[in-house]
């Protein structure tokens, strides 16, 4: 079992949907949770970092943490066509982090 | 710009050469990491550097990749003998730690690396 779990997709939705990307994990040492997104060909860039469980707002992004059940989600609101990318889910255990496979988001104008 | 950028972004060898790609971090990061990452893929970590130190390797780096930060500035990452299987974009991400606290890694645009 991977250490995390993420739905490849790939996934597309309109413009102005709202869009769910999730990840679980296994392994309740994981203290740090980030969302990357990655433009193809491109090297990932750091959307959300958040520590503990519960929500945190960016603009049209939300990332929410359950510790308890070992989820995160990224939330998309009114997503636009600069949207589309692949979403990586990453975590922390102190020195090193571990990827999700990433979740590949077309947003159709 | 001061982010972190990777030398060369892309490199075309054939098989049994040896390639070095370079990685230059934000300049008040102590800490620089590789990852390798091919398609369809999260990057894989393969190593990491505190300052000039390496402290840990995975697995995933065998004895034909070798990497050095030699002065805790920028790093160089070196593959022997490079294989078809070595094909993959090479990240370096760096990050700032003190006093028990790590913030996030910020990632460069990638080496891609093609063995022919």
């Known amino acids: 079992q991977k250490e995390v779990e993420q739905d490849p997709g790939p996934l597309s939705v309109p413009e102005g949907a709202i869009v769910s990307l999730n990840c679980t994990y296994s392994?309740?040492?994981?203290?740090?949770f980030m969302w990357y997104r990655q433009y193809s060909r491109k090297g990932p860039e750091l959307l959300m970092y958040?520590?503990?469980?519960g929500n945190k707002e960016d603009g049209r992004f939300t990332a929410q943490v359950d510790k308890s059940s070992k989820y995160i989600s990224l939330f998309i609101r009114d997503s636009q066509p600069s949207d589309s990318a692949t979403y990586l889910c990453a975590m922390d255990r102190g020195n090193q982090f571990y990827f999700g496979t990433g979740t590949s988001l077309t947003v159709i104008p | 710009d001061t982010g972190v950028s990777q030398d060369p972004r892309h490199k075309i060898t054939k098989r049994g050469q040896n390639v070095t790609f370079r990685c230059d971090p934000i300049?008040?990061?102590?800490?620089l990491y590789w990852y390798r990452q091919t398609l369809g893929q999260g990057p894989e970590f393969l190593t990491y550097f505190q300052n000039e130190a390496q402290l840990e390797k995975s697995r995933l780096l065998s004895d034909r990749f070798s990497a050095e930060r030699p002065k805790g500035s920028f790093s160089t990452l070196e593959i022997q003998r490079t294989e078809q299987g070595d094909s993959a974009m090479y990240l370096c991400a760096s990050s700032y730690t003190s006093g028990g606290f790590t913030d996030t890694q910020y990632f460069g645009p990638g080496t891609r690396l093609t063995v022919l």
């Open positions: 300049s008040e990061h102590n800490r």
């Open positions: 958040t520590y503990s469980s």
């Open positions: 392994n309740s040492a994981f203290q740090y």
